[in-house]
């Protein structure tokens, strides 16, 4: 990684939040599994690599039913059950769907925070993200109303919904770094859990990607860093002392 880093941008779903397990655990339970958090987890990132290798980028009518059949897969659902499930659950959308601090983000978020660089949120969403974080405790922008709520205060949370460009494409991030006034460059870090969407718009808008991959899932994992959690980065991150 670059050793002067000037900023830090950061996936929303798969780096700070994932599936609400309320939403998935009835519909696994009732297929006969229980999995715990840690297991749910590590499906998603199952679920998000299999989306990487597709020749073609997931099609936004059954990108979720595609996602859900590794999802329950990963999760122990037995093979010739996992597209049914999946469809039941695709057909079925709850509120909240993606509002699940995940295991220790937290804590790592406020680790990065204590390295005092400037950090923003760049997801691919659907106008709900800023609400989300903010509802969830993880993070916030101020707005200047009442007392600060939970979480690590962000310079910028961008919702491509919300901005009408969405990740790979690198003005998304442009949109961001103006919002930060920090210029683009090698020495912005942008984490994300995605080849497709967030190591290859990070490479477009000439910044520098961190995949966040705990499992080592990666498909081609040369030409960029990858880190297990946001703990792991802020420690790399750490003043080395002389």
């Known amino acids: ?7 830090i941008l950061l996936d929303a779903g798969g780096v700070l939040v994932f599936p609400e397990p ?3 655990l009835p519909h696994l339970r009732e297929a006969g599994v229980d999995p715990g ?3 749910l987890e590590r499906a998603h990132y199952h679920a998000m690599a299999a989306q990487d290798q597709l020749a073609t980028p997931p099609a936004s009518a059954t990108w979720w039913r595609d996602y859900l059949t ?3 897969a990963a999760c122990g659902v037995a093979e010739g059950n996992c597209q049914r499930l999946a469809a039941e659950i695709a057909q079925n959308p709850r509120r909240y769907g993606w509002a699940h601090a995940g295991v220790g983000v937290k ?4 680790a990065l925070a204590g390295l005092g660089l400037p950090m923003g949120v760049v997801s691919n969403s659907n106008g709900t993200v800023e609400g989300d ?3 969830v405790g993880v993070c916030y922008v101020p707005d200047g109303d009442g007392p600060a709520p939970e979480g690590t205060e962000m310079g910028v949370i961008l919702d491509s919904a919300v901005v009408g460009v969405a990740k790979p494409d690198p003005g998304i991030f442009r949109i961001a770094l103006d919002a930060l006034r920090v210029p683009a460059g090698g020495s912005v870090l942008h984490v994300g859990d995605s080849l497709r969407y ?14 966040m991959d705990p499992y080592g899932l990666c498909s081609a994992p040369d030409g960029h860093s990858h880190i297990s959690s946001l703990a ?11």
Not at 1 to 7: F, G, H, K, R
Request: hydrophobic share 45%.
């Open 22 to 24: 309320a939403n998935l």
């Open 70 to 72: 590794t999802y329950v």
């Open 1 to 7: 990684m670059a050793s002067d880093v000037s900023a």
């Open 37 to 39: 958090l840690d297991t």
């Open 232 to 242: 792991e980065l802020a420690e790399s991150l750490k003043p080395k002392p002389r």
């Open 107 to 110: 804590d790592g978020l406020r």
């Open 133 to 135: 974080l903010r509802r």
């Open 198 to 211: 967030d190591v290859a718009g990070a490479l477009a808008a000439g910044l520098q990607p961190v995949h």
